[in-house]
């Protein structure tokens, strides 16, 4: 099993940035086979989608509403993934899931972190 916990989200103004941080924790054997890891979100009334993930042969791969604006990095000595959030807008507005996916075992999501930018 891999533990994944948020932090990072608040509420911020139209124009200004957030990070989010996501630590993943389990055996090293576990966190070791950690295929790809990325974020989703869900705004209200609406489906959970991506937002970026690394599942591209190590490139990431970002929604195009978040392109030039948001960066994803990952630590792997901290088994950290973080989300840099710039220029953010009100219709970035949900709840940010992380995510680890590990092929013979299926997803892994964490609990989710609110982002609420006011215009």
């Known amino acids: 099993q891999v533990q994944l916990v948020e932090s990072g989200g608040g509420l911020v103004q139209a124009g200004g940035s957030l990070r989010l941080s996501c630590v993943a924790s389990?055996?090293?054997?576990?966190?070791?086979?950690?295929?790809?890891m990325g974020w989703y979100r869900q705004a209200p009334g609406k489906q959970r989608e991506l937002v970026a993930d690394d599942s591209s042969g190590g490139s990431t791969v970002y929604a195009e509403s978040v392109k030039g604006r948001f960066t994803m990095s990952r630590d792997n000595a901290k088994n950290t993934v973080y989300l840099q959030m710039n220029s953010l807008k009100p219709e970035d507005t949900a709840v940010y899931y992380c995510?680890?996916?590990?092929?013979?075992?299926?997803?892994?999501w964490g609990q989710g972190t609110q982002v609420t930018v006011s215009s």
């Open positions: 389990g055996s090293t054997v576990i966190i070791n086979s950690i295929n790809y």
């Open positions: 995510y680890a996916l590990i092929n013979v075992l299926g997803s892994f």
